[in-house]
């Protein structure tokens, strides 16, 4: 089993920042990816970043150059730095780990960004 737990949500006006953090636990060596996922209500969930083992590492267009993904494997942690935010990067995100077999979701934190 992995745990995850994903913090740093809040509310941030446009142009502002945030970093979210998503905290594993549990056999974390059988992760093979981490993901960012984010929802908006009565939308599907879209996929944001994604970082690898290796650390490589993709991005939705929508955020290139904003938002970068990253990890630290001493700390089992994965974080989302949000630059430059806009009105539409509101929504729920979640954290998302994908093992061999299965995939773990995180509770989801919300970022609301206001004008």
């Known amino acids: 089993q992995v745990q995850l737990v994903e913090s740093g949500g809040g509310l941030v006006q446009a142009g502002g920042s945030l970093r979210l953090s998503c905290a594993a636990s549990?056999?974390?060596?059988?992760?093979?990816?981490m993901e960012w996922r984010r929802q908006v209500l009565g939308e599907q969930r879209e996929l944001v970043a994604t970082?690898?083992?290796?650390?490589?590492?993709n991005y939705a267009d929508s955020v290139k150059g904003r938002f970068t993904i990253s990890r630290d494997n001493g700390k089992n942690t994965v974080y989302l730095q949000m630059n430059d935010l806009k009105l539409e990067d509101t929504a729920e995100y979640y954290c998302?780990?994908?093992?061999?077999?299965?995939?773990?979701w995180g509770q989801g934190t919300q970022v609301t960004v206001s004008s």
């Open positions: 998302r780990a994908v093992a061999v077999l299965r995939d773990y």
């Open positions: 970082i690898a083992t290796g650390g490589s590492t």
């Open positions: 549990g056999i974390i060596s059988r992760l093979n990816r």
